[in-house]
């Protein structure tokens, strides 16, 4: 059982073309609220990251956005969505600070920041660099090329079956908050016995 209070949440500065996109990020951010989750994202107020964040602080939820320098403009912050803005020098801050101040990850369709933040968190997951839940929200199989070439992988010993378990994957809100909150992992060592 995992103790989670704050969930970072990668998703598209856009919409997307399928409005299940939109209707999902302002899923989570309802559902978020009802379980008194507070959110860690990229800032603000585009794209399903504005709607996500829109949709838990209008509800009175507790958004964090971190927002890199070159993006604290006018047009990026043309509604106010967070709780607090936490301004860092760039791109590699943005992540270490919304890392650090999360419980659990998920990632929402998106392009490829979202795919690098991701990937990046899986990473470290495998490295053994964090023991936190990385799970992905697969509205409408938006993931479903992704996950059959991560299965791909596996199978031509690339990538360790454990790792591929512990990977949270739902294409509903609440089935997906659920699995965060009971979720538990053994992974082997990546980097082998040690010596």
Known sequence: MNTIKTLAV?????????GIYAQ?????????????????????????????????????????GVLPEALNRADVRLRKVESQLI??????????RMYELADAFVALPGGIGTFEEFF?????????????????????????????????????????SELL??????????ALLARLENWEAKLPDKLGPHQ
């Open 10 to 18: 990668f998703c598209g500065s856009s919409e997307g073309r399928d």
């Open 24 to 64: 999902g990020a302002q899923e989570l951010g309802k559902a978020m609220h009802e379980k008194q989750l507070s959110l860690v994202y990229g800032g603000g107020n585009r794209g399903l990251m504005g709607l996500l964040a829109e949709s838990l602080h209008t509800l009175g939820g507790s958004v964090i």
């Open 87 to 96: 301004i860092v020098p760039g791109m590699h801050e943005r992540k270490a």
């Open 120 to 160: 990046e968190v899986y990473t470290w997951l495998q490295l053994g660099y964090h023991h936190k839940p990385v799970a992905l929200l697969n509205l409408g199989g938006f993931y479903d090329s992704l996950l059959s070439f991560l299965h791909q992988s596996a199978r031509e010993g690339f990538i360790q």
């Open 165 to 174: 378990s512990a990977l949270i994957v739902e294409s509903e809100v609440e």
